[in-house]
């Protein structure tokens, strides 16, 4: 998909209808959308160790911001997956993420010297870390994704209006005579 994701229908209608497409259609929308169940189930048997513990992670903070849906299960299973094994991609990195490649003669096939390149862990680790960030925006485990979810109250501004009026008035700057 090209461009900008689209912003939940809840923020459209709480930030109102820019390209007025009439009064109901942002309500008709959102009726029409299916409803998930609530509720994400234990963590698959396969996830052991460091997805598991991570697995819990982030359960916990989608039920802090109500966005714990059970058809979400998989993508937070690819994202634990994924976790787990850039972190695992990042230990072998901690000697070096450069490794030595021998070089040899095409004609007589002595080693003729060494080469540096990358460890083949820096292509996983840095595929993985895209794939849990691609993942946890998907999920709202990201800063701009939660931005995006937020829904602001309408203010009304009649609040803000009886906070300004019940104010003592500041008193008036004494002018000097000169």
């Known amino acids: 998909m090209r461009g900008r994701k689209p912003?939940?229908?809840?923020?459209?209608?709480?930030?109102?209808d820019p390209r007025d497409r009439g009064k109901h259609v942002l309500d008709q929308r959102l009726a029409k959308l299916p409803k998930a169940m609530r509720g994400l189930p234990e963590p698959p048997s396969h996830l052991t160790g460091l997805a598991r513990e991570q697995w819990f992670i982030w359960k916990r903070e989608l039920e802090l911001m109500q966005q714990d849906y059970s058809a979400d299960a998989v993508i937070l299973e690819?994202?634990?997956?994924?976790?787990?094994?850039?972190?695992?991609a990042d230990e072998i990195l901690k000697d070096?993420?450069?490794?030595?490649?021998?070089l040899f003669d095409?004609?007589?096939?002595?080693r003729i010297g060494?080469?540096?390149?990358?460890?083949?862990?820096v292509a996983r680790s840095n595929a993985c870390w895209r794939n849990v960030q691609a993942l946890c925006g998907d999920l709202g485990l990201s800063l701009v994704s939660r931005?995006?979810?937020?829904i602001e109250t309408g203010d009304?501004?009649?609040?803000?209006?009886?906070?300004?009026l019940l104010k003592p008035r500041p008193?008036?700057?004494?002018?000097?005579?000169?």
């Open 7 to 16: 912003k939940p229908i809840k923020r459209q209608i709480a930030e109102g």
């Open 78 to 88: 690819g994202a634990c997956i994924n976790y787990a094994r850039a972190i695992e």
């Open 96 to 102: 070096g993420c450069e490794v030595e490649e021998p």
């Open 106 to 110: 095409r004609t007589t096939g002595d």
């Open 114 to 121: 060494t080469r540096l390149k990358n460890h083949p862990a």
């Open 147 to 150: 931005q995006r979810l937020s």
């Open 156 to 164: 009304t501004g009649q609040e803000d209006l009886l906070t300004l």
């Open 171 to 178: 008193p008036k700057p004494s002018e000097s005579v000169n």
